[in-house]
T-cell receptor, first 114, second 112 residues
Framework: NAGVTQTPKFQVLKTGQSMTLLCAQD?????MSWYRQDPGMGLRLIHY???????DQGEVPNGYNVSRSTTEDFPLRLLSAAPSQTSVYFC?????????????FGQGTRLTVV | RKEVEQDPGPFNVPEGATVAFNCTYS??????FFWYRQDCRKEPKLLMS???SGNEDGRFTAQLNRASQYISLLIRDSKLSDSATYLC?????????????FGAGTRLAVHP
């Protein structure tokens, strides 16, 4: 029952460093997405993918890259970390891209940029 | 204006109380509505979908008012374990694809 697996759970970066947050799902879902959650602001969509090879920007894409080479994996890359990217990051997957099915979330990555 | 707005709370209620949360959304074309629950420092999990005719799941009742563009969640006979943040979620459509839009959440604290 793995569902959606995110790694790492915690990370501290120095300003300017790059890193990749990993996300994998084993439910054969076509739609995957990355969110960041900041106090008082709810979850904001960073990037999403409706299938392998297809990605698009969400609400707050600047400073992040994604790719979707397989159905299972959807990594999020921070190109040059900034303190403003300190946040909790959640990866999610849904069965379809129609917006009417349940979203399953990973356990989150708590990122601190110093 | 935020696409999905919720009262952040916190709502502090005693065990056994009935509590209601409201949520408003701005996109009249939205078709799917949900309530998610998020425990402290955990991932959100689906509590229930919200249907046009209203729906109930045990102590939880969800209602949708399309004309006024708001969604409600009623919790009866509150339990300590109901303490969490409740996220109102609405589907939106942009860039050719659907996406889920999350409210900032309403925090509920149930005390003995």
């Amino acid at each position: 029952n793995a569902g959606v697996t995110q790694t790492p759970k915690f990370q501290v970066l120095k300003t300017g460093q790059s890193m990749t947050l990993l996300c994998a799902q084993d439910m054969n879902h076509e739609y995957m997405s990355w969110y960041r959650q900041d106090p008082g602001m709810g979850l904001r969509l960073i990037h999403y993918s409706v299938g392998a090879g297809i990605t698009d920007q969400g609400e707050v894409p600047n400073g992040y890259n994604v790719s979707r080479s397989t159905t299972e994996d959807f990594p999020l890359r921070l190109l040059s970390a900034a303190p403003s990217q300190t946040s909790v990051y959640f990866c999610a997957s849904t069965q379809s891209s129609t917006g009417d099915t349940e979203a399953f979330f990973g356990q989150g990555t708590r990122l601190t940029v110093v | 204006r935020k696409e999905v707005e919720q009262d952040p709370g916190p709502f502090n209620v005693p065990e056994g109380a009935t509590v209601a949360f409201n949520c408003t959304y701005s996109n009249s074309a939205s078709q799917s509505f949900f309530w998610y629950r998020q425990d402290c420092r955990k991932e959100p999990k689906l509590l229930m979908s919200v249907y046009s005719s209203g729906n109930e799941d045990g102590r939880f009742t969800a209602q949708l008012n399309r004309a006024s563009q708001y969604i409600s969640l009623l919790i009866r006979d509150s339990k300590l374990s109901d303490s969490a943040t409740y996220l109102c979620v609405v589907n939106g459509f942009s860039g050719g694809y659907n996406k889920l839009i999350f409210g900032a959440g309403t925090r509920l604290a149930v005390h003995p």
